[in-house]
């Protein structure tokens, strides 16, 4: 009953909050305070957006009540969302993210765990050697993590994916995407992973009642495919009630009083309290964005704030806002930030200006305001010099109502 009271809690906090209207007046002392780290949960397959919030939000409730409130005060969460669909969809992506380019090996598991007619069954298995051919893995969800989680490395703040399920494999490969320093900055916590590892050495935690895992074990073991992670809660000491499967990571790995749930939440708070602090490069703030891009030398950040202020490398402080980081080397990033106490009415205009390059570029800029945040990829087919600093390509504007006594509305919009 607890659990389930927990659970209804955590389901109308996080319904509250994805039915907020982007717009809504932001608490400004609240969302100011220091934070010195950023706790996502990054969701396996076939889970909504709002199953994930659900998770995140009872992740939350359960950390409260272990940590001391100063300390918690702290901690800023996040949710790593990876918008998987339909059942037999989210089975085929994790196959690809698992096996890679046999992918093959996914249709001949659905055809021999899966009970269905002949017809079909023949049918997957004669579809299996197309698609070893044509699978690929969409990175949308990836860069999007990784967009977020720079930025957050930028500011100083220490960075813990706990991820569940299928979100293993996608945080997986996002850290592989982080540079070496960055990566000192980040851990990971995982639990019920199908992956082999956790690929920075970070602690797991996968319970015997899980009859997903063990099936996904049984079936690369019968296959002679490396196997997932072995069980290391060997019992959780209760009976499942609703998810016979054992998989979920509310109604399973942090059911009240268990083993698993304590192991997941001492790890959770272990790997904060050993991580190194990152260095700040950048100043947080209530509006920013962070540009990010491939191996040309130069794409710049531009802003074009409320004041009329234009904000690029040659006028790097505007009146609300600051270009606090410039590269000129290739990759970025840049960083443009509005802090709290500047934020003014009006409309922000973020931009950018592939300014010198040898080829077509792609860049990436992460927008966010307030508690909205929304990455943007942009193809920038030449470099144009200094003749695109004064019409940069239109990334995204910020839309500011409001005041600091009654509160700031802030919108994205593309």
């Not at 003749?387 to 919108?411: C, I, Q, R, Y």
Request: proline share 5%; net charge negative.
């Amino acid at each position: 009953m607890k659990n389930f009271k927990k659970a209804m809690f955590a389901f109308s906090s996080a319904t509250l909050l994805l039915a907020q209207p982007a717009t809504a007046a932001l608490d400004l002392d609240t969302f100011c305070a220091v934070k010195d780290t950023a706790i996502y949960f990054g969701n396996g397959i076939d889970t909504t957006e709002i199953s994930a919030k659900v998770n995140l939000v009872g992740m939350q409730l359960d950390l409260r009540s272990k940590m001391d409130e100063d300390e918690y005060k702290k901690i800023e969460f996040g949710l790593s969302y990876n918008s998987t669909s339909t059942v037999i969809g989210d089975l085929l992506e994790s196959a690809i993210q698992s096996l890679g380019r046999d992918i093959g090996d996914f249709w001949r598991m659905l055809a021999h765990y899966v009970p269905m007619p002949n017809v079909l069954r023949d049918g997957y298995l004669q579809g299996a050697a197309l698609l070893d051919e044509i699978a690929l893995v969409d990175v949308q969800d990836r860069n999007r993590h990784v967009s977020a989680y720079k930025d957050k490395l930028l500011q100083g703040k220490k960075v813990i994916v706990v991820a569940h399920s299928q979100g293993n494999f996608f945080v997986n490969q996002e850290y592989t995407a982080l540079t070496s320093e960055e990566q000192r900055g980040f851990g990971i916590v995982s639990a019920a992973n199908p992956d082999t590892r956790v690929v920075n050495g970070g602690p797991y935690t996968t319970i015997a009642e899980d009859k997903v895992i063990e099936a996904i074990r049984l079936f690369k073991v019968r296959s002679g495919l490396p196997a997932p992670l072995i069980v290391n809660v060997p019992t959780t000491g209760f009976e499942l009630p609703d998810n016979i499967l054992g998989h979920s990571f509310q109604l399973a790995y942090l059911w009240d009083n268990t083993a698993s749930k304590e192991k997941l939440l001492r790890d959770i708070m272990n790997t904060r309290r050993d991580m190194v602090q990152p260095t700040p490069l950048v100043i947080p703030g209530i509006i920013t964005a962070t540009l990010t891009w491939g191996s040309q030398p130069d794409v710049d950040l531009h802003a074009f704030e409320p004041n009329r202020s234009h904000v690029f490398y040659a006028a790097r402080t505007g009146l609300s806002g600051t270009l606090d980081r410039d590269v000129t080397t290739g990759f970025g990033a840049e960083h443009y930030v509005v802090p709290c106490e500047k934020l003014e009415a009006g409309t922000y205009n973020i931009g950018v200006n592939y300014f010198s390059g040898s080829g077509p570029e792609i860049a990436t800029v992460l927008v966010q305001a307030g508690l909205s945040a929304f990455p943007y990829t942009l193809f920038l087919p030449n470099a144009v010099g200094a003749v695109g600093n004064d019409s940069p390509k239109h990334v995204a504007s910020v839309k500011v109502t409001g005041n600091k006594e009654e509160g700031f509305k802030l919108e994205i919009i593309p």
